[in-house]
């Protein structure tokens, strides 16, 4: 009886040490920052080429630091080049064309001007003919009234003078209406100059369009980084054959390197933006690297279909991205990671 006593008193420190245990652990962990496990991330960048050739030259390897506008891939693209070099020769033609067009349009507005200025003169011609032939038959009226007081040659005179105003007035008259004939020739051949000249220049536009796009393929021959980097892969080597989009090169830029850990319902709301973190690395457990939070999300994951409980609301996490302070390039793609947020314990 007495050793079931003891057992029994036993059994009841030790579940009480045992609870006191578990109550200490969740009030330490309530009482600790918060935060939570993640992974070093890098900005992956893959690089392809918008037309398929075969691949002339590597320039990398894997592993090689790389700067802004080094050269990595060439291939061969003696297709493009061939095209550049087509358009080219079509956009010089085209534009030969439209100085001729332009030309040809000034010549028919000076010829336009040229008829309209006949045009005017042959018109005062005309009238000024017109208005002496009146004057001229009224004068041979006269001397015809006057009857015997005028002499016969004299009568003749006058009206050979009237008939040779009336034929000229005549004359000038039809040359005034074939001057405007020719002012409307001369106007329409304006239209038509111009309309070639307007065909002319849509032909170069559409012909240095063409340059345009063929020098865009020919640049995609020559792969260079966008930014410092670290090339991660070469999926391909010189003499194979790639299609148009099949990635030749993969950077990895760990400048900036980041850690996404998810925080439970109950903390999101101690974190905000731009508040300071610590990292701490497996690969480096003595070293503490800086941090800041960049984003905590608005929506959570992991959502359970009804949240109706508090077990289903502590359910819900929410992920927080934090940029790492690394000059010295020690994180790496893909380490664990330990994120806590100092100044956030309850």
Known sequence: MRRVVIALASFTLLLAALISLKVWSQARALAAPAGGSGQIEAVVIDLASRVGARVLEVKVREGQAVKAGDLLVRLDCADPDAALAEAEARLATARAQAVAAAAQRQSAVGSTAAARAGQSAAGAQAASLAALRDVAERQAKRTSSMGEAVSEASLDQTRAAADGLRHQAEAAAAQAVASEAQARAANAGVGAAEAQARAAEAQVKAAEAAVSRTRLLSGECELKAPRDAEVSKLPHQAGELVGPG?????????????????????????????????????????????????????????????????????????????????????????????????????
């Not at 900036?256 to 933006?273: C, Q, R, S």
């Not at 359970?304 to 020690?330: A, S």
């Open 246 to 346: 099949a990635v030749l090169v993969r950077l990895v830029d760990l400048s900036e390197p980041k850690a996404t850990f998810y925080l439970p319902n109950a903390e999101v709301g101690a974190v905000k933006a731009g508040a300071a973190a610590a990292v701490v690395a497996d690969a480096w457990p003595g070293r503490t690297f800086e941090g800041t939070v960049r984003t905590v999300s608005l929506e959570a994951e992991f959502t359970p279909r009804n949240i109706q409980t508090r077990t289903d609301r502590d359910r819900l996490v929410y992920p927080v991205e934090v940029t790492v302070k690394d000059p010295e390039h020690r994180l790496r793609a893909g380490m664990p990671v330990q994120v806590t947020i100092p100044g956030t314990g309850r």
